[in-house]
């Protein structure tokens, strides 16, 4: 699959800013939940990453296709054509595709007024993570840490050679009859393969601050991997989760541990109190050489 190359965070540090609750449930069970990207509390941004591709599908109809050396221009183009409108017509119904890709969210910010305001109410931490330790734990899990991307223009880019090399496999379909249906429809299953992991590191220019960094799952189909998940209810959505292990992951150099490296209480009424409180939490479930620090941003009713 075609892949983001890996780039280093400006921090060595990441962080994973969340409510109490979560941090005493991340701790316990020494465990953070990613989350199915077509679940996540900003919808629009996946479904508009879908309207972007199914818009390019549908401007590259109107292009001309190149025939490999002995197919019809004729035939080749149908072929194409075909090709790009079962995308569109998948890409159409984005929520119900068989696929998971599941993404935990990461900041190379410590302590953001507009990340403790929309991912820490009322009150909450910033667990950082080594970002080295993170991506190794990641890669033995089937997630790779990726940085995401804000810049429309790259997006564009990114989706017009997803569908330029789909199209170029199409000039290479069988010359077998009873081969050809199956082959498409592996062709369509990668580009939405690749789509789905496109998707889950796309995000609205407006949020560029937030400096994000992702853990996204290698995209699976529902049947493969529903073995791996968890769930839990909101409202009227249930919603599924992949467990992601931070302490003793089996890798090829042996058991990894990423233990938090510190972590940024965020603003409140009593902030040394819960800095007093969330260490002694910390010591509670082992993790005595994690840093507690309260955060300089001012409290103001998050």
């Known amino acids: 699959m075609s892949k983001p190359s890996p780039e280093k965070p400006a921090s060595p540090h990441l962080y994973?800013?969340?409510?109490?609750?979560?941090?005493?449930?991340?701790i316990r069970s020494e465990q953070i939940w990613s989350t199915d990207i077509r679940f996540l509390n900003d919808q629009t941004e996946y479904h508009g990453s879908a309207e972007l591709c199914r818009d390019m599908a549908y401007a590259r109809m109107a292009g001309t296709f190149i025939p490999p050396k002995g197919v019809s221009p004729t035939l080749h183009g149908n072929r194409c054509r075909s090709y790009l409108f079962q995308l569109m017509r998948e890409l159409q119904n984005s929520e119900t595709l068989a696929v998971n890709t599941f993404v935990i969210s990461f900041s190379e910010h410590s302590d953001d007024l507009s990340q403790w305001r929309a991912y820490a109410r009322p009150a909450g931490v910033a667990i950082g993570f080594s970002a080295r330790t993170l991506r190794d734990i990641a890669n033995a899990q089937g997630f790779r840490l990726v940085k995401c991307i804000y810049d429309d223009d790259v997006k564009e880019k990114m989706l017009h050679n997803l569908i330029e090399s789909k199209i170029e496999l199409i000039g290479k379909v069988p010359r077998k009859i009873s081969e050809r249906d199956e082959y498409l429809s592996n062709v369509i299953s990668l580009t939405l393969i690749e789509f789905q992991y496109m998707a889950a590191i796309f995000k609205h220019p407006a949020f560029r601050s937030e400096a994000e960094w992702r853990l996204v799952s290698d995209p699976l189909a529902d049947k493969k991997s529903v073995n791996d998940l968890t769930f839990h209810s909101s409202g009227s959505t249930l919603i599924p989760h992949a467990i992601v292990r931070f302490m003793n992951v089996s890798t090829n150099d042996g058991a990894v541990s990423a233990a938090p490296t510190r972590v940024i209480v965020g603003p409140s009424p009593y902030p040394k109190l819960n800095q007093a409180s969330v260490a002694?939490?910390?010591?509670?479930?082992?993790?005595?050489?994690?840093?507690?620090?309260?955060?300089?941003?001012?409290?103001?009713?998050?």
């Open 16 to 26: 994973h800013y969340t409510r109490f609750a979560n941090l005493l449930d991340i």
């Open 280 to 302: 002694s939490a910390l010591r509670r479930f082992g993790f005595n050489d994690t840093k507690v620090q309260t955060s300089v941003a001012p409290f103001r009713d998050l």
